[in-house]
């Protein structure tokens, strides 16, 4: 499985960025998938994931600023963020659990500190 994000870039406060994730290598249909980022000297953080049936799960801090959404072909992920805030800015990853996980276990094991799946090299967002 390969993972590549885009669309990360530096906004002031405020503003939006449309990150994008391209997936390939087989993934079952019933896997969740998600962002999870991490800040520089900050443990790793589950930001959000989508289900197999398009259903999300957020992180508290990013509820209702965040839209999680994948295309059709399951191959293309999205994370649309608004009204960023300098506490946003990290490094951004899309990910896949080696397990097959609900959305709520899978933004679990993206916030520990263990090896939970594949994922890309990241894309940086900076809110200044």
């Known amino acids: 499985v390969q993972l590549v994000e885009s669309g990360g870039g530096s906004v002031q406060a405020g503003g939006s960025l449309r990150l994008s994730c391209k997936v390939s290598?087989?993934?079952?249909?019933?896997?969740?998938i998600g962002w999870f980022r991490q800040a520089p000297g900050k443990e790793r953080e589950g930001v959000a994931t989508?289900?197999?049936?398009?259903?999300?799960t957020y992180a508290d801090s990013v509820k209702g600023r965040f839209t999680i959404s994948k295309d059709n072909d399951k191959i293309t992920l999205h994370l649309q963020m608004t009204n960023l805030k300098p506490e946003d800015t990290a490094m951004y990853y899309c990910?896949?659990?080696?397990?097959?996980?609900?959305?709520?276990?899978?933004?679990?094991?993206?916030?520990?500190?263990?090896?939970?799946?594949?994922y890309g090299q990241g894309t940086q967002v900076t809110v200044s």
């Open positions: 989508i289900d197999s049936d398009g259903a999300a």
């Open positions: 290598g087989y993934i079952a249909n019933s896997y969740c």
């Open positions: 990910a896949v659990p080696y397990q097959d996980l609900s959305a709520t276990e899978t933004l679990r094991v993206m916030s520990s500190g263990g090896d939970f799946g594949y």
